[in-house]
Structures are given as C-alpha cells and as structure tokens.
C-alpha cells in the first residue's frame, strides 16, 4: 500500500526546473531520514538524495554525484513535507521518482532493505 506521496513531476525542457514533494497523512515524517530515489527505464534504481530527521543528533544530507549542485533537498516538519528542488534538468533526470522514509538517519542510500515507507512515485520526463 501507498505510505509516502510524491508530486510535482513533469514534463520539462532541459536546462529546466521541477520541484518535487514528498508527504504523507499518516504519521509525522519528524523522525524520519527522507531519500529520493529514481529510476529510468532499463536503468538500475538510484538513490539521489537523503535528508536526516531534524531529531537526529547528526544533520545530514546526501547528494549522489551525478546531481550534486543541480538538486537541493529541503524539509518542511510543519508542513510534513519534504521536497526536493531540481534545477539545470538534464535528459539523463528522466525517471520515476520515489521518495522514502526511513528511521533518523540516512542509510537506505547504502542499503535500501532499511527503508520503512515508499511512494508510488512521480515521473520527470526532461526532453527538447
């Protein structure tokens, strides 16, 4: 079942802008590590980003390499929402985004099988 939902993909020219949302109204998201995840067709699924819980003693944010200075991952605990900002989209950001929840810190982007909750996911098409 549906735990987590994203929204805010699109269909965007490259050089392009998306910002994605990740919420739920289920529980509060307050002690939960936040990841994006993506996944093109025919392409292994990859982990993109990961934003700690704000009770974490640790703060801590992921960024994979291939969108480190392009994508910002921000958290909003009053809104339950956590969002991920795309900037200078690329045809290769073309993919199904999903978010997911895990327990304080990230390390789902290591080991996926500690992720608790998963979206359905939201799909970002960048193309001329």
């Known amino acids: 079942q549906v735990q987590l939902v994203e929204s805010g993909g699109a269909s965007v020219q490259p050089g392009g802008s998306l910002r994605l949302s990740c919420a739920t109204s289920?529980?509060?998201?307050?002690?939960?590590?936040i990841s994006w995840f993506r996944q093109a067709p025919g392409k292994e699924r990859e982990a993109v980003s990961c934003?700690?819980?704000?009770?974490?003693?640790?703060?801590?944010?992921y960024y994979a390499d291939s969108v480190k200075g392009r994508f910002t991952i921000s958290r909003n605990d009053a809104e339950n929402t956590v969002f991920l900002q795309m900037d200078s989209l690329k045809p290769d950001d073309t993919a199904i985004y999903y978010c997911?929840?895990?327990?304080?810190?990230?390390?789902?982007?290591?080991?996926?099988?500690?992720?608790?909750?998963w979206g359905q996911g939201t799909q970002v098409t960048v193309s001329s």
């Open positions: 997911a929840a895990e327990r304080d810190h990230c390390s789902g982007y290591i080991v996926p099988d500690v992720i608790a909750y």
């Open positions: 289920r529980f509060t998201l307050e002690y939960y590590a």
């Open positions: 934003i700690s819980s704000r009770t974490s003693s640790d703060s801590e944010i």
